[in-house]
């Protein structure tokens, strides 16, 4: 019965996904939200999701829809990473991306700080991806959030910033040396070890 379900709604995964391209504000909220809870629900309406494109979408919505279309886009964006790597979906980010991402890092409430950052965590596995991230100057951002975040954010910025350090995509590889940044590394990889 939930797979008979599940086809069923999944035909209007695309419309939603249009909508959060060309909708107004208050229509972008709702495509986020819908798009959000059936993400949720049943993970093979999670990979229609990700099948029918709504990524790039959702993570543009990150830098220019209302908050609480935001909130909704990062929390969608949240699920649907984890389940791409789940499926062995392949992730890209563009910097345009990335930059719409340290929008929500700075802007963004709390919660959409901590979605914002754990995107970019799910985003790290490659290194052309790990490159998008510091070319558009994530880094910074995200030591900064370490001295001022409650512990659930500096979790998910912890993760983030070790997934940049890596020296390739194989999760157990050591750690690369970010510049300035090489404490600040140490330290996030420490505590966000200590949250969990």
Not at 50 to 78: C, H
Not at 107 to 114: I, W
């Amino acid at each position: 019965r939930a797979a008979a379900m599940a086809a069923g709604v999944s035909g209007c995964v695309p419309g939603l996904i249009q909508l959060l391209e060309t909708g107004n504000p208050a229509g972008q909220e709702q495509a986020a939200g819908a798009l959000r809870t059936l993400s949720i629900i049943n993970k093979g309406l999670n990979v229609a999701i990700a099948r029918e494109g709504a990524f790039e979408p959702l993570v543009k919505l990150l830098g220019t829809g209302t908050q609480k279309a935001r909130e909704e886009a990062a929390g969608t964006l949240w699920r649907q990473l984890e389940m791409m790597r789940e499926n062995a979906i392949e992730v890209n980010i563009s910097v345009a991306r990335v930059q719409n991402l340290v929008a929500m890092l700075r802007q963004g409430s709390e919660s959409g700080r901590e979605a914002a950052a754990a995107v970019l965590r799910y985003c790290a596995n490659s290194e052309r991806n790990r490159a998008a991230i510091l070319r558009g100057k994530a880094v910074a951002v995200l030591v900064d959030l370490l001295q001022t975040e409650p512990a659930r954010v500096r979790l998910q910025v912890g993760h983030t910033l070790r997934a940049l350090a890596r020296m390739d995509d194989d999760p157990s590889a050591p750690l690369a040396p970010l510049g300035p940044h090489a404490n600040w590394m140490v330290r996030a990889s420490t505590e966000a070890q200590a949250l969990v």
